[in-house]
């Protein structure tokens, strides 16, 4: 996994066409979709969009929900995430982009191949970054594996002529499917299993209510056939829950696919804790799951030595440590 991280979204008809062929900008995505988007974009720390989007849709690009806004400020965030136009040229002036929410968020203009535009937005910070489109914005990133994460929405609609939603040959993981009123939600990941679903498992932990007292995780249980069996995320239910005690507490123990199966951690388990009797890496064992693998190891800010990966080795479960995942596994960690 490179940094940043990219989410790619676009909104389709059923067709497979981002817009039709007349100059009005066409909304495919529904409102309550709409709302989805404005609450992933919440999550990022730049969106970007090839050039003509910006002179085809003229988009603010901006967060819109205040709340979010207000939750952005109060993790020492901007209110909206950097905006990013990729364009061989000067964007014109009165584009929105540049000329509303100034106060909100910055706007830069980049120009180059994907892996250069993702280095340069990585040296200033960009963990985490959302590509709105174009057509062949989506394309180039896509042809260049530089997508994580895709995000289609298709739209009940049939429109006949326009730019295509269009990729490369490529192979995805579907990783969820989700109604959203009229609207249907389709997340792929890409690259390999351990890749993708530490990656999710990362971008669960950005779900976690703030803390300033306790970790942001998130983990996915995957049994040896690419199956689910769980998720889970700090403070889920309760605000004493850890990612993985909440994951595994909705497993039957007995579950015959728990031993080959693995745990996919932001955070190395915890093998010491004060909120509550029983740590994490005492669930997974318990649970008689067989493979860890974990993107940051735990540093001593709320208990002495952590220990929980040390534990895990020595009681026979594989722990897998993946360190180019810490960046990302840090970031909704108002601590880190
Ligand atoms: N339904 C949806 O979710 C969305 C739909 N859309 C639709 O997509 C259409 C636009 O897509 P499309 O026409 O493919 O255009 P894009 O928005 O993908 O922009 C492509 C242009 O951006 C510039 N550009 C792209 N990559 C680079 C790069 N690496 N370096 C420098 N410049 C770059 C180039 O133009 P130049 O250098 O001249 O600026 C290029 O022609 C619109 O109709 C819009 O409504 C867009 C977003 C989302
Ligand atoms: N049409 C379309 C999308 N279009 C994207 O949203 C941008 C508009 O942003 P803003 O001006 O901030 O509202 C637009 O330029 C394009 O990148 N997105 C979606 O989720 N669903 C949709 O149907």
Do not use: K
């Amino acid at each position: 996994m490179r940094l940043p991280h990219v989410l790619a979204s676009a909104a389709v008809s059923i067709d497979g066409f981002l817009d039709d062929d007349t100059p009005e900008r066409l909304v495919l995505s529904g409102p309550a979709d709409l709302d989805r988007v404005d609450a992933e974009r919440a999550g990022v720390d730049a969106i970007l969009v090839g050039g003509d989007t910006v002179r085809a849709d003229d988009p603010r690009l901006l967060v819109r929900s205040p709340q979010r806004r207000a939750d952005r400020l109060a993790r020492g965030l901007r209110p909206s995430p950097l905006r990013v136009v990729l364009s061989s040229r000067p964007v014109a002036p009165d584009a929105r982009v540049l000329t509303e929410g100034r106060e909100l968020a910055d706007t830069v203009v980049l120009c180059g191949p994907p892996d250069e535009v993702l280095d340069r937005l990585a040296a200033h910070g960009v963990v985490r970054l959302m590509i709105e489109g174009g057509a062949r914005v989506h394309r180039d990133f896509l042809a260049a594996h530089a997508v994580d994460e895709l995000q289609l929405a298709i739209a009940p609609r049939l429109v006949g002529a326009g730019p295509r939603f269009t990729g490369v040959p490529l192979q995805g993981h579907l990783v969820e499917t989700r109604r959203v009123e009229q609207d249907v939600l389709l997340r792929y990941r890409f690259g390999d299993a351990d890749t993708r679903w530490l990656a999710e498992a990362c971008s669960l932990a950005e779900r976690c209510p703030p803390s300033a007292s306790a970790f942001s995780v998130g983990c996915v249980v995957v049994a040896a056939d690419g199956t689910v069996l769980a998720t889970g995320h700090s403070r889920r239910d309760d605000v004493l829950d850890h990612a993985e005690e909440v994951a595994l507490r909705d497993l039957d123990h007995a579950d015959p696919r728990l031993p080959g199966a693995t745990i996919y951690t932001s955070l190395e388990p915890c093998g010491q804790r004060a909120s509550r009797p029983t740590t994490c890496t005492q669930h997974i064992l318990d649970a008689g799951v067989g493979r860890v693998v974990m993107a940051w190891r735990e540093p001593p800010l709320f208990v002495g030595t952590p220990s929980g990966a040390a534990r895990l080795a020595e009681a026979g479960v594989e722990v897998i440590e993946r360190p180019e995942f810490v960046e990302l596994a840090r970031r909704p960690n108002l601590h880190r």
